[in-house]
């Protein structure tokens, strides 16, 4: 009874937590803090080629090589295009990496998720019946228009933005773990059910998109630490949104993002107990 009463509203707790993480990260940040660290065009072009095309068809190969059923590797592929975790500037900065490029390729991979991924998506996975507009609205509403408020808020009332963002963040941390709860208790059987194959082919993801986006960081050491973070971990709340919405009928698609959004979060904490403290001897 309640498992099927919690199903109803795993829609509605993703969709708060976005709302929340997005106008909270809004709330933080200047448009000069955006658009300062990009002017390294070279390594901005780098940057947006690994995450958008690489990072995906590295999900591709993977999902294609190791089998498993199509739910898992269409979830796997779905969390590869969502790029751009709103959390990644934290951790970069947490590993001494350049974190201010790392807001303003944060700003870069979420506009080209909003807008480009529910027609990657359509061509990416195959039988799928879904409307683009609607998806592309949704995302705007649920993304862009609150980035955009607190980015507004912060510009004309600086003070209230900085009283107001402790308070959202904790409530989109709230949010995000209740979100996770609901979700494996609704979803446990399949959690537990889950493929070997699926379980390599999404550790596989995360070690080979790390050293994607490390390598492509160029010879500053902040750089590529900010890349390879921004890089391996995608957009886990909008790929579980748009699973949600979209892949109605296998459940398996969502338990995939889910577990691939929850790995990513383990996979960030273990980066910055092994980067944390170190610096390289050149720096």
């Known amino acids: ?16 937590f976005l709302v929340t993480a997005m106008f909270s990260l809004g709330l933080d940040l200047t448009v000069r803090q955006i658009i300062e ?9 780098t940057s947006m080629l690994t995450n958008t095309i690489a990072v995906p068809l590295l999900a591709f190969a993977l999902t294609s090589v190791i089998p498993m059923h199509e739910g898992f ?11 751009g975790t709103e959390g990644g500037p934290k951790f ?8 201010a490029f790392a807001l303003g390729l944060l700003a870069l991979l979420l506009t080209f ?3 480009c991924l529910p027609v990657v998506l359509s061509l990416a996975v195959d039988v799928l019946h879904f409307s683009r507009s609607e998806l592309v609205l949704k995302l705007l509403v649920v993304v862009a228009l609150p980035i955009g408020l607190g980015l507004l808020l912060r510009a004309k009332a600086k003070s ?9 963040h904790r409530l989109s941390m709230i949010l995000l773990w209740t979100a996770f709860f ?48 921004m890089t391996f971990a995608r957009n886990g709340s909008i790929a579980m949104m748009i699973a949600r919405d979209v892949f109605t009928d296998e459940p398996k698609v969502l338990v995939m993002a889910t577990v691939m959004a929850a790995a990513s979060v383990i996979g960030a904490v273990l980066i910055v107990v092994l980067m944390g403290r170190s610096v390289p001897e050149s720096a």
């Open 160 to 168: 209230v933005a900085d009283k107001l963002y402790p308070v959202m």
């Open 182 to 229: 609901v979700l494996i208790y609704v979803y446990y059987g399949d959690i537990i059910a889950l493929q070997g194959g699926a379980i390599m082919a999404g550790l596989a993801f995360f070690v080979l998109a790390f050293l994607a986006g490390y390598l492509s960081g160029g010879a500053d050491w902040q750089n590529r630490r900010a890349l390879g973070i």
């Open 73 to 83: 590797r269409t979830g796997i592929i779905l969390y590869a295009l969502a790029a």
């Open 92 to 99: 970069v900065q947490i590993v001494k990496g350049n974190a």
């Open 113 to 115: 998720t909003v807008i």
């Open 37 to 45: 660290p990009l002017k390294n065009k070279r390594l901005v072009l």
């Open 1 to 16: 009874m309640l498992r099927e009463f919690l199903t109803q509203y795993v829609a509605l707790f993703i969709i708060l």
